[in-house]
């Protein structure tokens, strides 16, 4: 084989492309049927999803064995799967949902009040009743709470089916209005966040790796019928390795339109699913249901630097540097771009999203972002540390 032809084949391999991807073969692979046979855990399929009876779960996670048996089903289940599970009565007692429920409705109350929060990832502005960072909110406002809420064995243990013993939660509250309109069909976080050309960049095993890295799931602080719109989904669409380019495209989100399925939620109940599956939160139909939900996203403590840094001083120092070098010609602007890739934090979550949301786009600006174009337009010394500033005070709680 000519090296040319093996280098062509090789790059084709490691890097995806929006134009290598094939619709035919994401609908063989998102058409698959689930047998129930296969999941003996499960207490049923509805529209191939996998249905879980979590009274039933806590019986057998009792013993050691019956718990490790339903954290390897469920991670089966995510992974090779659906790519989604429903467990019904997540919360055998909803008076934690009650409670948490007043505490969130009190913050949209003052966000209204002060015209804060808003922005979402995947639908307009204004749309939905957003609370950023509710996690640490709710630990803060009403530790006793919070205690009672994320004090839950079935939290933990599909956190740990996932991610492993290691995990971080964040929540972000989402209450759709009547009249409130679907999302845009996507892929979560992190390639999910970013743009087709962003995602290009990223050789194929990080398009398979990202998954990993993080659980998304929700449960529901209300009953939730169909016609207030509970999240759509399509069955299997996370085992197609181009997904993440493929979402953004029209065929496929047509594709996701006529084939999506959506099941209706209650109070208590919760969904959980790997971040790759196709899905957006539905329109509220509903002439009077506010539908809300707690959107728990679980972190894996695997996506951490070894050493701690303070890349805000380091970028601080390095600039004027920088700027010094290249005008003495000591170094070449591709040398400088290098450098500030190897200093600054090259990723823009995670933020404080209340004061850095991503309004206009699906990830504010990162801090090599913002050094970067600094440094193209020659921006003074002075001017981009007092923009630096801004920008990590905005990341604070």
Partial sequence: MKSDNLTKLRADRIYLSPERVWLEEFARISETETRLEDYPLAAEVASRVLIYDCDQVRRTAATDEGRRAVLAEWAEALLSGPGIIVLRRAFADTA?????????????????????????????????????????????????????????????????????????????????NPGGEAQSAHRDYHLGFMTPAQMAQYPAHVHRLSPALTLQGAVAHCDMPVETGPTLYLPYSQSYEPGYLAITTPEFRAYFEQHHVQLPLEKGDAAFFNPALFHAAGTNRSKDIRRMANLLQVSSAFGRAMESMDRTRMSTVLYPVLQDMRGSGQITEAQALDAIAACAEGYPFPTNLDRDPPVGGLAPKSQHTLMREAFLAGEPDGAFSAGLKAQAEKRLT
């Fill in 96 to 176: 934690p949902i009650d409670a948490a429920s007043d505490v969130f409705r009190a913050i949209i109350a003052e966000q209204h009040e002060n015209n804060t929060g808003g922005g979402d990832h995947f639908a307009k502005p204004g749309a939905n009743d957003r609370i950023w960072n509710a996690l640490e909110k709710l630990c803060l406002r009403a530790p006793d709470v919070f205690a009672g809420y994320y004090g839950n064995e079935i939290l933990a243990m599909v956190s740990e089916a996932w991610l492993g013993p290691a995990y971080q939660f964040t929540s972000q509250v989402n209450v759709v």
